[in-house]
């Protein structure tokens, strides 16, 4: 089945910096590729996704890029803020009868004042 | 409109007890996915429903099992409850499968 990875597992960036959080997947028959938000006590929050016919969609500070080939999606937000802080989970997804997101493990973002 | 809400927020049981799970979707919805959340493992995916079908099944034990009804709201239940059961369950819906996933609250089980 499909396997996904998420590096770093932490990530602290100062406030304004930019941060790039990389995610892995291993079935190349995937595709569509989220990526959620997770504040603490709070349900997962769909913030940009992406399909496989696409290699990059920005929204606003956000921004998804997607490569194929190596088989790697990444989550870059410019001007971070310290609502920025945050669990960050990216997940792939089969097309048809094998269609569920597999989830990577989640990364911590701490933006500092 | 209404997000996803599940009941109840939060259960308390011990070992060998079962219990059951409920999912309310977004109206309209037909697709619901249910996950373990626990520290360090993220997101697991436990089971797909549409149309009152089971679409796809997770690597969790038999003792983990779910259903929809007709009007899409669905159940999880875990019988036999072990320590290692205690997480965050969640619940997501979806208007068709493939698609953006709208999470509910999630259900605090904690066995003890």
């Known amino acids: 089945g499909e396997n996904v990875e998420q590096h770093p597992s932490t990530l602290s960036v100062q406030e304004g910096d930019s941060a790039v959080i990389k995610c892995t997947y291993s079935?190349?028959?995937?595709?569509?590729f989220p990526w959620y938000k997770q504040e603490l006590g709070k349900r997962p929050q769909l913030i940009i996704d992406?399909?496989?016919?696409?290699g990059e969609k920005k929204d606003q500070r956000i921004a998804v890029t997607l490569n194929k080939t190596a088989k790697h999606f990444s989550l870059h937000i410019t001007e971070t803020q310290p609502e920025d802080s945050a669990v960050y989970f990216c997940?792939?997804?089969?097309?048809?009868?094998?269609?569920?997101?597999?989830f990577g493990k989640g990364i911590t973002l701490s933006v500092r004042p | 409109k209404a997000g996803v809400t599940q009941t109840p927020r939060y259960l308390i049981k011990t070992r060998g007890q079962q219990v059951t799970l409920s999912c309310s979707p977004i109206?309209?919805?037909?697709?619901v996915s249910w996950y373990q959340q626990t520290p360090g493992q993220g997101l697991q995916f436990l089971f797909e429903?549409?149309?009152?079908?089971?679409?796809n099944k997770g690597n969790f034990p038999g003792r983990f099992s779910g259903r929809q009804f007709s009007n899409s709201r669905s159940e999880m239940n875990v019988s036999t409850l072990e320590l290692g059961d205690s997480a965050l369950y969640l619940c997501?819906?979806?208007?068709?499968?493939?698609?953006?996933?709208?999470f509910g609250p999630g259900t605090r089980l904690t066995v003890l």
């Open positions: 997501a819906s979806s208007l068709v499968r493939d698609r953006e996933q709208f």
């Open positions: 079935d190349s028959a995937s595709n569509y």
């Open positions: 992406i399909r496989s016919n696409v």
């Open positions: 997940a792939a997804s089969l097309p048809g009868a094998n269609s569920k997101l597999t």
């Open positions: 109206s309209g919805h037909r697709s």
């Open positions: 429903y549409f149309s009152e079908t089971q679409r």
